[in-house]
């Protein structure tokens, strides 16, 4: 095995506190072809389907990767932005911002965006931390409430990168965000600015991915993540019972998933006389399909179809500025206490390896 380091490292280099912003990634455009090659890594995860691999690679293979790619890529076409996929251009924007606002308070940091599906891929971005000098890494899943399917896929990929490094970093990870009072406060200002500009609806649904209930028999916290995010805003929004739900969209595949399912919620609301709704997606810091035309559209039609006549879709954060301040927050919160990177600086150090390397190009000098 040749481990990757870099044989012309230099012992005075200044180390520095990387930071990998990681999301789940997007195909590299709304076609069938594409689509397909993202589903086929996507579901290959066993973090994603559990399910015994034999089996699964035929039901993937032998059904889904036929059908659906052609499918979905349609819905990936109507949300197509000049920039591209809207997760990655909204991704790419906060990773920018998150480095600019890191800069201005000051520390070392290096900033840098991988997804964990397609491009670019969190080999590219921790190989690029490498290359800064990274001797910490802060890996920050842009998931604000844990679930193995996402934030520890995430961590898989991380570790099968840095398993072919030489030089290991200091490793920390933020897991989940789910209560942090930075984030609820973004969200609370973009929820009341939509209230301020478009007025409010009657009850305000908190939508979040779904999972398969089996995950959470099996101990994945991400349900209650969920639930507490939601609460928590319900009580700085001063909301009572009866004005706010939660419920979870995106399912996939014909196994129970967390319930209530969105879809089904607003069509009971609507044909309950609920005539205005607002929706948010806490879940999602950014913007992307299931959000986009998932949520925005397709859950639209089916409101006001149902009898509604109000729906109004509050985005994700984004670059939000005080999206970007809770971001910084929790990056300087988890670097606190870090050691700084004992500088490998030392004059008899430095001699010694000169020496070696002088002998070892004689002796390659020698040779030819
Ligand atoms: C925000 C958290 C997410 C969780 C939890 C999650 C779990 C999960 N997802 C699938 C299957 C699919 N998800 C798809 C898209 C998608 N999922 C998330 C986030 C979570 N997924 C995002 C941000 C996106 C959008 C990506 C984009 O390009 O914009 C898709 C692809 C679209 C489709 O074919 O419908 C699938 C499939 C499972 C099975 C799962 C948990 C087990
Ligand atoms: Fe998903
Ligand atoms: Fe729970």
């Not at 040749?2 to 997007?26: E, I, W």
């Not at 940091?109 to 080999?123: A, N």
């Not at 008899?348 to 020698?366: D, F």
Request: a negative charge.
């Amino acid at each position: 095995m040749d481990f990757k380091g870099n044989s012309d490292y230099r012992h005075d280099a200044p180390g520095c506190t990387g930071v990998l912003v990681t999301s789940l990634g997007t195909p590299e455009a709304p076609t069938a072809l594409a689509v397909r090659r993202f589903l086929a890594a996507f579901l290959s995860d066993p973090r994603v389907v559990e399910i015994p691999r034999p089996l699964w690679w035929l039901i993937l293979h032998g059904i889904i990767l036929r059908v659906r790619p052609s499918r979905v890529a349609r819905l990936y076409e109507s949300v197509w932005r000049e920039d591209g996929a809207p997760l990655l251009s909204f991704a790419r924007r906060v990773g920018s911002a998150l480095q600019e606002e890191l800069d201005t308070r000051g520390g070392p940091l290096k900033v840098s965006l991988g997804m964990r599906h397609g491009t670019p891929s969190i080999e590219e971005a921790l190989e690029q931390l490498r290359q800064a000098g990274a001797q910490r890494l802060l890996v920050f899943p842009l998931y604000p409430q844990y679930s193995g399917s996402t934030t520890g896929s995430a961590f898989d990929a991380v570790a099968q990168v840095l398993s072919t490094w030489r030089w290991i970093p200091e490793l920390r990870m933020i897991t989940q965000y789910h209560d942090h009072p930075g984030y609820l406060e973004a969200l609370v200002e973009t929820i009341r600015r939509s209230w301020e500009e478009a007025g409010r609806g009657e009850r305000l649904l908190f939508s979040f991915h779904g999972l398969p209930k089996r995950y959470l028999l099996a101990g994945d916290p991400y349900h209650c993540h969920c639930h507490k995010t939601a609460r928590l805003l319900a009580e700085r929004l001063g909301l009572k019972e009866g004005e706010w739900q939660v419920a979870f969209q995106s399912r996939f595949g014909r196994e129970e998933w967390l319930k209530p399912y969105t879809d089904h919620l607003l069509r009971e609301w609507a044909e309950g006389g609920v005539k205005r709704v607002d929706i948010v997606c806490p879940g999602f810091a950014t913007d992307c399909l299931e959000t986009l035309e998932e949520i925005d559209q397709r859950n639209r039609e089916l409101f006001l179809e149902a009898g509604g006549k109000e729906y109004h879709y509050i985005p994700a954060l984004n670059d939000e500025p005080a999206h970007i301040r809770a971001l910084a927050d929790l990056v300087e919160q988890h670097i606190q206490g870090w050691p700084e990177a004992s500088s490998v600086w030392d004059e008899e150090a430095v001699t010694q390896a000169a020496k070696i390397s002088r002998q070892q190009a004689l002796a390659l000098g020698a040779k030819q």
